[in-house]
């Protein structure tokens, strides 16, 4: 596609549900990544997703939070048993490749609010 | 330790000013990337400029420029002839690695809140 989707855009859930997030990556890019905004706050690393590498899971929070990329494109973030604290836009980008200047291009994110 | 600094968390200019927002990293790598992206209330973020270590030259595109003083560690964004449009949030980000292929996320500062002014 033109740029990279998020669906769904708003999703607010109950404490302890399980919710899944997903991302349409930019066509023929290889690269793929997750981070996480909370409010008013910076970019949190999340996941990262290389081609056939590999992901690098070092920002995950926690055993609730997975990823997973299927044939190389579309992924999704899964939280189980959410907590309030999991409340954040969950924002996705994809690159080109994933070294030098390859620049990532975000999706628009998905708000996550948990009552 | 932070690997992108931003001190500033918000920072007023007066429309058709120059402004300097501040960035500074912290990396054992000799190869690496920064970046600058602008996000505006709405939420998405914009690819502003990228300089990477090795560049020579400070890179600039249209009204922004990245002041790049490698021997700092500083890498300032500084936006010419400022737009009422230019109020957003805008965030410093370094990647590791450069390009021997195992390179991968960008680490993000926690921004700085432009408002222009007329």
């Known amino acids: 596609g033109a740029g990279v989707s998020q669906s769904p855009s708003n999703k607010v859930t109950e404490k302890g549900k399980d919710v899944e997030l997903r991302c349409d990556p930019i066509s023929g890019h290889t690269a793929l990544y997750w981070y996480r905004q909370s409010l008013g706050q910076g970019l949190e690393f999340l996941i990262y997703?290389?081609?056939?590498?590999?992901?690098?899971k070092s920002g995950l929070p926690s055993d609730r939070f997975s990823a997973e990329r299927t044939g190389g494109s579309v992924s999704t973030l899964t939280i189980q048993r959410t907590q309030q604290e999991d409340s954040a836009v969950y924002l996705c980008?994809?690159?080109?490749?994933?070294?030098?200047?390859?620049?990532?291009?975000f999706g628009a994110g998905s708000r996550l609010t948990v009552l | 330790a932070q690997k992108i600094t931003q001190t500033q968390p918000g920072m007023f200019v007066q429309e058709k000013e120059a402004v300097t927002l501040d960035c500074t990293y912290d990396?054992?790598?000799?190869?690496?990337?920064l970046f600058w992206y602008k996000q505006p209330s709405s939420g998405e973020m914009i690819f502003l400029i990228y300089q990477g270590s090795y560049d020579e030259q400070n890179a600039t595109e249209g009204r922004y420029s990245l002041n790049f003083q490698k021997a700092r560690k500083s890498a300032n964004l500084v936006i010419s002839a400022s737009q009422l449009g230019d109020s957003a949030m805008y965030f410093c980000?370094?990647?590791?690695?450069?390009?021997?292929?195992?390179?991968?996320?960008?680490?993000f500062g926690t921004g700085t809140r432009l408002q222009v002014t007329l």
């Open positions: 980000a370094m990647r590791e690695g450069g390009n021997t292929g195992t390179a991968s996320k960008l680490t």
């Open positions: 997703f290389q081609g056939n590498s590999a992901p690098d």
């Open positions: 980008a994809s690159s080109p490749g994933g070294s030098g200047a390859n620049v990532l291009t």
């Open positions: 990396t054992s790598d000799q190869s690496y990337g």
